[in-house]
């Protein structure tokens, strides 16, 4: 009987766990503008860069703002508009065909924290739910709550 009882438990426990795996991974519904307010929903706004401007992502510039290429469906990157402020958010949600893993891992080995030359982000983290990538490198503490609203999503 106890052996019926830890099966159990275990399958129950593998159930579990594999539900999670799997919400985790489906796909993020709205738009990448729509989802950077949610993003940032936690963030104080006294911990933000002042002037922070959205911009969409384009074959031209995605490789400035990810520091690799890629084929994506759509993507914003925010930004302050003033210079030397190591701060960028970027979600992009990657095209159908791609593969996902390849594309964080890419972005991880060639993303230049200092970008902006005179300033080094103190954090970086690339992380994704489904086809939705984020990368964020900004000070520690906003790059930890963008991530925690972000795997919220």
């Known amino acids: 009987m106890r052996k019926i009882k830890s099966l159990g438990l275990v399958t129950l426990g593998l159930a579990l766990s594999l539900g999670v795996v799997a919400c985790g991974s489906k796909n993020v519904e ?18 933000l860069p002042m002037m922070l401007n959205n911009t969409e992502l384009t074959t031209d510039n995605i490789e400035y703002f990810l520091g690799t290429t890629f084929k994506f469906s759509e993507g914003t990157a ?5 210079g030397s402020i190591a701060h960028s958010i970027v979600l992009v949600r990657v095209a159908d065909g791609e593969d996902v ?23 970086v983290e690339v992380t994704n739910r489904g086809n939705l990538v984020l990368m964020a490198m900004s000070s520690t503490t906003i790059v930890d709550t963008v991530v925690k609203s972000f795997k919220a999503l």
């Open 30 to 47: 709205g738009t990448t503008t729509e989802l950077m307010e949610k993003v940032y929903a936690d963030v104080p706004a006294d911990e």
């Open 78 to 82: 925010s930004e302050p508009m003033i």
């Open 101 to 123: 893993n390849a594309v964080v891992t890419a972005i991880k080995e060639n993303i230049n924290p200092r970008k902006w030359i005179c300033v080094e982000a103190e954090k």
